[in-house]
């Protein structure tokens, strides 16, 4: 417990370390939003705002549909996958 008597928050580690999560986990499958937030274990809009646009942006992630970043079925995998919609 913190000094405070509060549960002190779990680290979940740098974002380097999240941006390899990220890109082990969208390795040989497409992956949505919510499914990056249940595995790192964050929420789809910590997902969606921090790590995701990062990572399509360096090139190492990618969309399902780049024409429509916001396409109901988006989803992202590791850019090095060949292409498999």
């Given at each position: 417990?913190?000094?405070?008597?509060?549960?002190?928050?779990?680290?979940?580690?740098?974002?380097?370390?999240?941006?390899?999560?990220?890109?082990?986990?969208?390795t040989?499958?497409?992956?949505?939003i919510?499914?990056?937030?249940?595995?790192?274990?964050?929420?789809?809009?910590?997902?969606?705002?921090?790590?995701?646009?990062?990572?399509?942006?360096?090139?190492?992630?990618?969309?399902?549909?780049?024409?429509?970043?916001?396409?109901?079925?988006?989803?992202?995998?590791?850019?090095?996958?060949?292409?498999?919609?």
């Amino acid at each position: 417990m913190g000094r405070s008597g509060e549960t002190p928050k779990r680290s979940r580690g740098p974002a380097s370390d999240q941006a390899s999560r990220i890109l082990r986990f969208c390795t040989g499958d497409w992956r949505t939003i919510a499914e990056i937030a249940i595995a790192l274990e964050r929420s789809e809009e910590t997902v969606r705002k921090h790590y995701v646009p990062a990572l399509v942006k360096a090139g190492t992630l990618r969309r399902r549909y780049p024409e429509d970043p916001r396409h109901p079925h988006q989803a992202y995998r590791t850019a090095a996958e060949p292409d498999e919609r």
